[in-house]
């Protein structure tokens, strides 16, 4: 069944950085005729991220609840599983990335639903150096096994408007004098949102996606460092990066996780780090998608400028010497 001609989507982590990015990639491809995108969240003013788009229904509800799941889950013609952490503690890792896509595919088995497009994660393996990697693992592994309509994605990191991660560096940028980075020499093959939308979308519509892994990835590798330097370059506050040894940076990690709050770099993501996210040349990439990668230069420097008038324009100005 095309995207077009399906009536609803269910599209979990609707409501996210990605979410909203695949819903209004669907909505724009179908021009609104498309299937109704129904997006569930324990949050309302979340919702509101997507609320507006014509074709969205937000469904307040938790996911973790079985009973809601399912009664989300029917009618369906596809689902779409965009949940994921970055933080958390094993319980926290398998139950977002292992166990929901057991009750998602219990739910699907409930209620007669087949396809299912899942989101996980480049360089995700069952011998992976963090539980994030181990978990999204087994994750894919637990879909693999349902016989269902499958596709996998596997996307980089992913950057765009409001990431978590070139406009991270970009804001601690503006207030520390120098930035001591854990994984410095980690390389790195950055995606656009858009890119990862569109191909979510396409997954949809084509069902010779069925059945296979999709490595998304940009057309550049980067060393984390590099990316760094790059978010302060554009940004307009370049500032000093130098490399954390693996003690020192596992130490760091160990102290932001005390902080209250969500940290901003655990020691599962120093172990992540340990391992290259870039494409492996093993799998169907992008282009099999017929989608060309998004160069990171072609839209993070407008999106990290300042925008206070044409003051946004001196850091490309003193770069030219004028």
Same mark, same amino acid.
């Given at each position: ?48 991220? %997507? ?20 009664? #989300? *889950? ?8 965009? %949940? ?19 009750? #998602? ?7 007669? *639903?087949?396809?299912? %497009? ?19 693992? +087994?994750?894919?592994?637990?879909? +693999? ?6 596709? #996998? ?39 656009? #949102? ?33 990316? *760094? ?34 940290? =901003? ?12 996210? %870039?494409?492996?040349? !093993?799998?169907? !990439? ?12 072609? *839209?993070?420097?407008?999106? =990290? ?18």
């Amino acid at each position: 069944m095309s995207l077009a001609a399906m009536r609803k989507v269910l599209v979990l982590g609707g409501t996210g950085f990605l979410g909203q990015a695949v819903c209004e990639e669907i909505t724009g491809r179908t021009g609104g005729a498309g299937p109704r995108l129904a997006v569930p969240t324990r949050q309302a003013q979340r919702g509101r991220r %997507v609320q507006y788009l014509p074709t969205v229904d937000v469904r307040p509800g938790d996911v973790n609840d079985d009973a809601f799941l399912r009664a #989300v *889950v029917a009618g369906s013609d596809a689902v779409v599983n965009l %949940v994921g952490r970055l933080h958390g503690s094993d319980a926290a890792f398998q139950a977002t990335h292992v166990d929901l896509p057991r009750r #998602v595919d219990a739910a699907c088995r409930d209620t007669g *639903v087949r396809r299912i %497009v899942h989101v996980s994660a480049l360089g995700a393996s069952a011998d992976g150096p963090s539980r994030y990697l181990r978990s999204k693992a +087994a994750g894919e592994a637990v879909l +693999a096994a349902s016989g269902r309509d499958v596709t #996998v994605l596997r996307p980089a990191v992913v950057f765009g408007p409001g990431d978590h991660f070139i406009h991270l560096f970009a804001g601690l940028q503006r207030w520390l004098p120098v930035v001591p980075l854990a994984g410095a020499g980690s390389r790195m093959q950055p995606v656009w #949102v858009g890119d990862v939308a569109a191909a979510v979308a396409t997954a949809l519509d084509r069902r010779d996606t069925i059945g296979r892994t999709y490595e998304l990835a940009g057309p550049r590798v980067y060393t984390l460092a590099d990316l *760094v330097r790059c978010a302060g370059r554009w940004s307009g506050h370049p500032r000093p990066v130098f490399g954390l040894p693996a003690p020192l940076a596992r130490l760091q990690a160990l102290a932001m996780e005390c902080l209250p709050g969500e940290p =901003l770099i655990s020691r599962d993501n120093v172990a992540s780090l340990s391992v290259d996210t %870039v494409a492996t040349g !093993g799998a169907p !990439g992008l282009p099999d998608l017929g989608i060309d990668a998004t160069a990171l230069e072609a *839209v993070a420097p407008l999106q =990290l400028a300042r925008r206070d008038g044409v003051a946004r324009l001196e850091p490309w100005r003193r770069g030219a010497g004028r």
